[in-house]
């Protein structure tokens, strides 16, 4: 054991000797690159010989610190050969007790900082000493359930920063017969329409430490980049949404009241959805009729497990489509209703050494219009009285 306490103190007096070491030989280095940049700007040989002079002697320092720096890492790792074959005799500690970390390991870390200049496997540098932290485990992932409403939009892939889109409105005229060889009559002209888009950017970045990078007994950057398309999902939702509350207002009462705007407001050509809110679906689900059964439909298909009339019924959170409490829907083809009009997306990760950590940033560029304002309504919801 005193072998051991005597070896401990030698590793952390060769970890400090070896830091200023190569803090010293940084420096040197440095020292030489400026006076080789120096070299194009002499103008005469006396100058010359005298920075000739200079540069050899830099580089002379450089090379005895070089050498010193490569003795003190060969005396580090005779002491941690060492510390190891002490430990290889010591009895091994119970399996499954994570708490009590293995001497060799600490020691295995603390070399690891040393010969590299960073934080290896929980370890950090205190005043010269060193601690292992409180141990970062791996976090719960609080659920939340987040309809991705660019899945049931039409997307439209764009390469450019704005344009225009033809939307053809669906005819309501009819062919005429005529006789044998009369000239054709003129067939009624389709309604097209042009939609402009202008595409916007949404873009960020995430600052993660290297040390929670290293301290941590999970995968943070995997974590990190998760939450990131978490709110790229929000971000394009949030802006769908915007155009759906802009869709023609309705007022319905009770389930008869949505019936009417499914089967007399809509087009039968129409693929219909709704889109509610939290606390409308949570007043649907409670309807019952005259004998005391619930009157949505169970649907295996629908993500809330229910449908209404045979539509399937798609929840969201309150504030996507209003307030806290409000019951609002969008009623209609969402599909033949927005376009998403897709530039580009892209997650990139790099390291930034100026702050020892590493960076995950993301950029989203769309825009996101109605193309069809006879698809469907924003529709406000009270209960039948």
Known sequence: MNKQLILDAKLRMKAKALVTAEEAEQELSARSAELLSQVDSVETDEELNKLDESIEAAQRELEAKQLEVRTIKEEMERIESEIREINAKQPKPEEG???????????????????????????????GGALVPVEVLAPHDKKKSTVDLSALVNVVKVNSASGKYPVISKSDAVMVSTDE????????????????????????????????IDDAAFDIIGKVAEDIKNQELNTKNAAIATVLKAATAKAAQGFDGLKDILNKELKPSYDAVLVVTQSMFAALDKVKDKDGQYMLQTDVTSPTGHSFAGKTIYKVEDKLLGNEGEMKAFIGDIKEFVTLFDRLQVTVHWANNAVYGQLLGS?????????DGDAGFFVTYTDAA
Do not use: C, H, W
Not at 104 to 113: F, S
């Open 97 to 127: 007790k994570r708490e009590k970390m293995q001497n060799n390991e600490k020691r295995e870390a603390l070399a690891g900082y040393i010969r590299e200049a960073e934080f290896k496997q929980g370890v950090t540098k205190v005043d």
């Open 181 to 212: 060889l009369a000239k054709n009559p003129e067939l009624g002209k389709p309604t097209i329409t042009t939609v402009d888009y202008s595409i916007a950017t949404y873009r960020g970045n995430v600052a993660i430490s290297q040390e929670m």
């Open 363 to 371: 950029a989203v560029r769309f825009d996101v219009k109605q193309v």
